[in-house]
């Protein structure tokens, strides 16, 4: 009886929380329903406290994250977000490999590649902190995701008309924007906490 109300709270919570509102501007309501049950499996993934700082996010914010969700179709119930993060290096020097041998195929494969890259198990939002998850700080995930997954798909045409130079400057404006996300949402990787 217990455990049937708390899953009705979860799902009436849920329900709230990726309501109409937030659904309503999108063009495709057939990609926003499975983009919706995605968020909605994440969520479950959460542990409450967690829960608790997403339910208070704005329909903005939730609008903006279902917008970065729904550009992406491989997912994950098993992997991290590091280990997204790993792979997502590995595309982005493949493009540069692509850009510097003038091979147009490798470029824009792996572009295309990067800006559909893994969401991790439970999506972003467990790995970013608790401090982070308000409306100001995922604010700015919109703008990181559309300098690195925009400008990968305008690489990906720009190499695939041949124009190099082009490719390149999408690729210093790439990077731009995985440097100004971990500004924001990471500390130095791999500190040893028994150093003085
Ligand atoms: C949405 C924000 C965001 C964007 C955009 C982003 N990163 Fe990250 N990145 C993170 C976060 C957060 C971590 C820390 C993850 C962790 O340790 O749990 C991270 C960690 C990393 C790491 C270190 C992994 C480790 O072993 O500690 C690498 C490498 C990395 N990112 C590469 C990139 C590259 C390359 C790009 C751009 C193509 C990029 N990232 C774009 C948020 C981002």
Redesign the pocket.
Known sequence: MKKSLQKLTFILMTGALFSSTAIAAEPDPARMKEVKKIMMHQMSMMKPELQKKVKTLSPKTQKALMKILSQHTRYSDEI???Q???E??S??QSIAAGIMTDNPVQAAASARR?AN?RIPAGG?LP???LDNINDTKLAV?GT??D??EGE?LKLAKAAESGDMGAAAIHFGK??S??????K????K??VSDLLR
Not at 177 to 182: N, P, R
């Open positions: 991290t977000l590091r997204v993060m790993h997502v290096l595309d982005y990067l890259h972003l790995y970013l902190g995930l990181f995701n300098s690195v990968s790439i990077s924007g995985c440097i100004a996300c971990h924001v949402f990471r500390s990787p791999g």
